[in-house]
C-alpha cells in the first residue's frame, strides 16, 4: 500500500478558515486558518485513525470516488493523498523490541566498534522494503 487517496470535505467557515473531515469517516475531521493548514491538519487525523486500524482497533473503509461525495452549499471536495509509511515514520514514536540472533564474532566486531544494533537494523529493513526512508 504505497499511497491512499481519500475524498475531505471542506467547508469555508464565515469567520474565516476552513472545517474539514474524512467523507468515509465518521469522527475524523479537523480545521485550519488556509486551506493547505486544512488539509495537512486532516493527514493528521487520519494518520491517527490509520495507525488504529493497523493496530487492529478500527476499520479501514474503502475510499468514496469523489464524484460520489454529497456537499452542502459551498463546500467542496479536496482529495488527500496519505503515504502510509511516510507517516509512520514520521509521526509514529511507537517501538517495538525484537530479539535476533547473530554470529558471535560478528557481535564482538561490532560491540567494537561501538555500532548502534537497532539504527542498522533499522535502515537496514527500510532499504530492504524500498521504502526510500532515512533513518
Not at 10 to 38: F, K, R
Not at 55 to 71: F, I, T
Not at 88 to 96: H, L, N, Y
Request: aromatic share 10%.
Amino acid at each position: 500500500m504505497d499511497k491512499l487517496y481519500y475524498p475531505s470535505i471542506m467547508h469555508p467557515e464565515d469567520e474565516g478558515g476552513y472545517s474539514v473531515w474524512m467523507y468515509d469517516i465518521d469522527g475524523c475531521n479537523s480545521q485550519g486558518e488556509t486551506l493547505a493548514e486544512a488539509v495537512e491538519n486532516i493527514k493528521d487525523a487520519f494518520g491517527l485513525y490509520y495507525e488504529d486500524a493497523a493496530e487492529g482497533c478500527s476499520v479501514l473503509p474503502p475510499p468514496s470516488a469523489p464524484n460520489k461525495v454529497k456537499l452542502d452549499d459551498g463546500d467542496f471536495v479536496v482529495v488527500i493523498e496519505f503515504s502510509p509509511s511516510e507517516y509512520m515514520a514520521t509521526k509514529s514514536t511507537r517501538a517495538v523490541k525484537k530479539t535476533l540472533s547473530i554470529p558471535a564474532w560478528l557481535n564482538s566486531m561490532a560491540e567494537a566498534q561501538h555500532l548502534n544494533f537497532s539504527a542498522i537494523f533499522r535502515s537496514a529493513l527500510l532499504e530492504q522494503l524500498n521504502l526510500g526512508i532515512s533513518n
